[in-house]
């Protein structure tokens, strides 16, 4: 079992785990907060699972964000980043600072959380320095939701589906969006049926794996989404810098998945995943050219030897509305 440190203020707990860098398990003012954690997690451990779904929960980063089909050494999803070990290089009881074992791309990759007093957020930095070619990140945050969700985000430009479904053999999977599709709002959203569904509202369909990005709009500093629980009074809020996470993925996992470990039970999941990347289709996909990049959008960040790259990211609850 790998090493987890707790992070305190007056108001945050949070657990930082050294396998994957997993940021989990977050009381505010002594209350459980709404962060995922897989089924599975409270059985004995699949050996043959990677340890991104072996200990899957919370947010954690990836580097590549997706497949890691660029790095012969590396084929596990969200590589090493999410994989990987992180070794503690300071941790005091409200911030820690840790750096990957190991480089993604050449670069070396430093986890930066802190928490600040008075506030009910959790403040992240990711630094990477140097490294070479281009690579996807993401913040790949879930929350586990028994209610209803109302979902609300800072002006986004783009929104659209993946070229194909997340799950394509109905004896594995069941996915319900119309893919390869673009459309203008959430709440006017295309099945593969023809029909329209407000996803602005989660969960809204039944027994489905799904994905869809939005693109926040290219001349906003920052980014942000809200999600409101009025059935339990509650609210999620993340704020991310739009230079280095332009990107906006919504991963609706709600019982599509037949197959070990998913086995239908990972249910009424939402992945709110900012990110600088072509969906969630990987490192060659998202370094190459590709429609959103050919368009403008930016799909991966670009390393150099001589460069530092700075993703902040931040977010919160408020437990009471």
């Known amino acids: 079992m790998s090493k987890v440190w707790q992070l305190q203020s007056d108001r945050v707990q949070i657990k930082v785990s050294a396998q994957g860098g997993f940021v989990h398990d977050m009381l505010l003012d002594g209350a459980p907060t709404p962060l995922h954690q897989a089924p599975w997690l409270m059985q004995p451990s699949d050996p043959s699972l990677p340890p991104i779904l072996a200990h899957l929960k919370g947010d954690f980063f990836c580097a590549p964000f997706g497949e890691s089909d660029l790095d012969p050494s590396e084929s596990r999803p ?148 809200t999600a409101v629980c009025k059935e339990e009074d509650w609210m999620f809020f993340a704020e991310k810098d739009t230079a280095t996470l332009p990107g906006t993925v919504l991963w609706m996992s709600n019982g599509g998945r037949f197959y070990a470990p998913w086995s239908s039970r990972h249910t009424r999941v939402l992945g709110i995943e900012e990110t600088c990347s072509y969906f969630h289709l990987g490192h060659k996909a998202s370094a190459e050219p590709n429609p959103l990049s050919d368009a403008g959008h930016p799909t991966s960040l670009e390393l150099h030897p001589d460069k530092t790259h700075r993703i902040r990211y931040a977010f919160g609850f408020r437990m009471g509305l």
């Open 78 to 225: 969200h590589g090493l980043s999410s994989n990987g070990l992180w070794t503690a290089v300071q941790v005091r009881d409200d911030a820690g600072h840790w750096i990957l074992d190991g480089t993604v791309s050449g670069a070396r990759i430093h986890k930066h959380v802190w928490l600040e007093e008075g506030s009910p957020m959790v403040f992240q930095e990711h630094v990477i320095e140097g490294g070479s070619g281009r690579l996807p990140i993401a913040h790949h945050l879930m929350l586990r939701l028994n209610a209803p969700i109302e979902l609300r985000f800072a002006p986004y430009e783009w929104i659209g589906t993946p070229p194909e479904p997340l799950e394509r053999d109905p004896q594995q999977g069941r996915s319900l969006l119309k893919y390869g599709a673009r459309f203008e709002r959430l709440e006017e959203s295309p099945l593969a049926d023809g029909s329209i569904r407000d996803l602005s509202v989660y969960p809204t369909l039944e027994q489905h794996e799904d994905l869809l990005m939005l693109r926040t709009r290219r001349d906003l500093e920052k980014g942000w989404v």
